[in-house]
């Protein structure tokens, strides 16, 4: 059973850096694409990053991609979402979800089925 967990949010100033993990506490993310989405307030979800189960492919977000990274261990649990340059628009709560399809439409909420709590990214100017 996947029951994901978020850390890594805290408060940065702009500029700075973070990196976030997901764990799958129910067992590994063998098997599954591993997305991470963030969500301000009053706005709509947004995709971020996603990492695919086949190939270990990364996808991205417009304009995220070169401050935005996702990685996943080898022994595939966890997955990582390292975060550099960031700006006060990054403010955000970041989530990561997992599907089982093998060929998910990746910057598309519902192609997952489960999610975590979210954890709070800040970051100050």
């Known amino acids: 059973q996947v029951q994901l967990v978020e850390s890594g949010g805290r408060l940065v100033q702009a500029g700075g850096s973070l990196r976030l993990s997901c764990v799958n506490s129910?067992?590994?993310?063998?098997?599954?694409?591993v997305g991470w989405f963030r969500q301000a307030p009053g706005k709509e979800r947004e995709f971020v990053a996603a990492?695919?189960?086949?190939?270990?492919?990364?996808y991205y977000g417009d304009s995220l991609k070169g401050r935005f990274a996702v990685s996943r261990d080898n022994a595939e649990s966890t997955v990582y979402l390292q975060m550099d340059l960031l700006k006060p628009d990054d403010t955000a709560v970041y989530y990561c979800a997992t599907s089982l399809k093998r060929n998910p439409l990746y910057a598309r909420a519902y192609e997952y089925d489960r999610w975590g709590q979210g954890t709070q990214v800040t970051v100050s100017s």
């Open positions: 129910g067992g590994t993310f063998s098997g599954y694409s």
């Open positions: 990492i695919s189960w086949v190939g270990g492919k990364s």
